[in-house]
């Protein structure tokens, strides 16, 4: 007799591990199936506490890496030694490109959540009302309103520190205790407030600064400020699935994980007129298995969950789940950053900072809003900070590099902006006819910056040297770290859009697929324009709230 389980959660990631907590907590039996290896809290961290000279190649990349990994090279830091193993080889895992896009997966037990930036924003009006104003796209079946109280719920479980600051733009949160900002920021913030009128703020982080005690309950304790997040991190200081959420699923007794299995495709009964399960292919053996679900929630990420959907046909659904509008895969969004600006401060050079804090500055965006009028649409933020590093030469060795190193060089700020990017459906992804090592379609996708994007990194760089030269700052400098493309910001974002009618989107305002209305996505998939600030936190709001919806029409018989 084959199980059927009350829900089927495919991801393991950041909404995934969401949907999976709040489903179990709420007394469903709940299947969890990733494509990935298991990676187990503390005990799969292999390189937490080492140290850079405990590593063969000090945390660099050699040759054979920079062929392995060759789109993770691009970002600059994702491929590096100290935490590669929770990103997949390129070579393995390969997709074509008609147009550069950088797709960085992670595919284990937990997904990005290890590997996340933590950087927690709420979105406001001025994101959700954006299509509708700028006649762009289509307009949010959602508002500000309708996420608030989910923002609420997920900061308090996730812990996100912050300074609350009263800006409309970018609404305050539950916040932990803000981390400090050092001398030189706090000059600099209080120098650009006082000649341009600029905020700037501590970044809101999903970084603990006081556990609460159920926080503590699941084995969580606050950031003990070793900035090595990305290596996974033992002490549960950061949110990520296997800190926070999948404990929490796991102490219902009401989740089954299963870990190896590739889901490529939705079962849906055309008579029933809802989806009955999923199919996966086992990684290591290549064997096909059906997993049965009442419910159904997609959280492969944007582009896995679109790739899972077209392949998911049936007569009521010839072109794919939920694609009546031809709009799945399509309109790939992103942040766009790469340029950067820093300068020198002259002062405190009898100051340092203690341990090293996970977090930098932010600067909430200030263009195309009120009164102000450029040449572009939407706007950007931007993240930064103030260090100070040894000041020997790095062409030193032996007794000169001995006698330098103690020395501290100046102090220097940097910005780096980071853009909305506007949803288009010629940004897109298809399925090749290639196929990969499990007889599966590779993706091939078509996206580009436009030119709203490149004037405003251009408005980017002539903004920040502005804000640097006003506080002060000296030997200001430009600098570019990536390659413009899409996908290099990870995080790619609305290939199976929410919208007010099936003409249009892919999803309902309650994250429902049209015409299968027992599966969710609530994943970047979802979302219907990019704003400027990160969008994990909203992930985390909206797959709450779907969850929440999900289990009160089960028991109103409407699923």
């Given at each position: 007799m084959k199980e059927i389980f009350d829900a089927i959660v495919v991801g393991s990631g950041l909404s995934g591990g969401w949907a999976a907590k709040e489903l179990t907590e709420k007394g469903l039996k709940v299947l969890l199936l990733e494509r990935g290896?298991?990676?187990?809290?503390?005990?799969?961290?292999?390189?937490?506490?080492?140290?850079?000279?405990?590593?063969?190649?000090?945390?660099?990349?050699?040759?054979?890496?920079?062929?392995?990994?060759?789109?993770?090279?691009?970002?600059?830091?994702?491929?590096?030694?100290?935490?590669?193993?929770?990103?997949?080889?390129?070579?393995?895992f390969p997709y074509e490109e008609e147009k550069t896009f950088t797709w960085v997966r992670g595919y284990q037990t937990g997904g990005r959540s290890l590997v996340w930036g933590r950087q927690s924003y709420r979105w406001s009006d001025l994101d959700f009302e954006a299509n509708a104003r700028d006649g762009i796209a289509i307009d949010w079946p959602i508002r500000y309103k309708d996420l608030a109280p989910w923002y609420s719920y997920v900061e308090k479980f996730a812990g996100i520190s912050g300074q609350r600051e009263g800006w409309d733009s970018l609404p305050d949160g539950d916040f932990q205790p803000a981390m400090e900002m050092n001398c030189v920021e706090r000059e600099v913030k209080s120098?650009?407030?006082?000649?341009?009128?600029?905020r700037m703020t501590i970044g809101r982080v999903a970084n603990l600064t006081q556990a609460t005690p159920e926080q503590q309950a699941l084995g969580r304790t606050s950031c003990q400020f070793r900035s090595r997040c990305m290596r996974g991190c033992p002490y549960g200081a950061y949110f990520s699935t296997q800190s926070a959420t999948l404990p929490a699923a796991q102490r219902t007794g009401n989740l089954t994980l299963v870990a190896g299995k590739i889901v490529y495709q939705v079962i849906f009964d055309d008579a029933k007129g809802r989806a009955t399960g999923v199919r996966a292919i086992d990684q290591h053996t290549k064997e096909e298995t059906e997993y049965y679900g009442k419910l159904i929630f997609l959280n492969a990420s944007a582009i896995n969950t679109a790739w899972v959907m077209m392949q998911s046909t049936s007569?009521?659904?010839?072109?794919?789940?939920?694609?009546?509008?031809?709009?799945?895969?399509?309109?790939?969004?992103?942040?766009?950053?790469?340029?950067?600006?820093?300068?020198?401060?002259?002062?405190?050079?009898?100051?340092?900072?203690?341990?090293?804090?996970?977090?930098?500055?932010y600067?909430?965006?200030?263009?195309?809003?009120?009164?102000?009028?450029?040449?572009?649409?939407?706007?950007?933020?931007?993240?930064?900070?103030?260090?100070?590093?040894?000041?020997?030469?790095?062409?030193?060795?032996?007794?000169?590099?001995?006698?330098?190193?103690?020395?501290?060089?100046?102090?220097?700020?940097?910005?780096?902006?980071?853009?909305?990017?506007?949803?288009?459906?010629?940004?897109?992804?298809?399925?090749?006819?290639?196929?990969?090592?499990?007889?599966?379609?590779?993706?091939?996708?078509?996206?580009?910056?436009?030119?709203?994007?490149?004037?405003?990194?251009?408005?980017?760089?002539?903004?920040?040297?502005?804000?640097?030269?006003?506080?002060?700052?000296?030997?200001?400098?430009?600098?570019?770290?990536q390659k413009s493309a899409p996908g290099i910001s990870v995080h790619e974002m609305g290939t199976a859009r929410m919208g007010k009618d099936p003409e249009t989107s892919v999803l309902n305002a309650h994250n429902q697929v049209w015409n299968a209305p027992n599966v969710f996505v609530t994943d970047g998939a979802a979302m219907v324009s990019a704003s400027n600030v990160n969008p994990s936190l909203t992930y985390m709001a909206m797959a709450a709230r779907a969850a929440a919806f999900a289990v009160e029409e089960m028991k109103r018989g409407n699923l």
């Open positions: 290896r298991e990676v187990k809290h503390r005990e799969d961290y292999p390189t937490a506490m080492q140290e850079l000279w405990e590593l063969p190649h000090r945390g660099r990349m050699d040759l054979k890496t920079r062929h392995d990994y060759w789109a993770n090279v691009r970002t600059g830091y994702t491929a590096n030694e100290e935490h590669r193993h929770f990103f997949t080889r390129d070579v393995d120098r650009l407030h006082q000649a341009l009128g600029r007569r009521t659904h010839p072109d794919g789940l939920g694609n009546a509008s031809g709009q799945l895969g399509k309109n790939i969004m992103d942040h766009h950053k790469s340029r950067g600006v820093q300068g020198v401060f002259e002062g405190f050079e009898d100051r340092y900072y203690y341990g090293k804090r996970p977090n930098g500055v600067i909430p965006r200030f263009v195309n809003m009120g009164n102000d009028k450029r040449d572009f649409l939407r706007g950007f933020g931007y993240q930064g900070g103030a260090s100070r590093n040894a000041a020997g030469s790095t062409e030193s060795f032996g007794a000169k590099l001995k006698e330098e190193y103690p020395r501290l060089g100046p102090w220097v700020f940097s910005l780096q902006g980071f853009g909305e990017i506007l949803p288009s459906e010629s940004n897109h992804f298809t399925l090749s006819k290639e196929k990969d090592a499990w007889g599966l379609p590779l993706i091939r996708f078509d996206a580009a910056l436009t030119e709203n994007e490149y004037k405003m990194k251009e408005c980017m760089v002539d903004e920040a040297i502005k804000m640097l030269d006003a506080a002060g700052l000296k030997n200001i400098t430009t600098y570019e770290t």
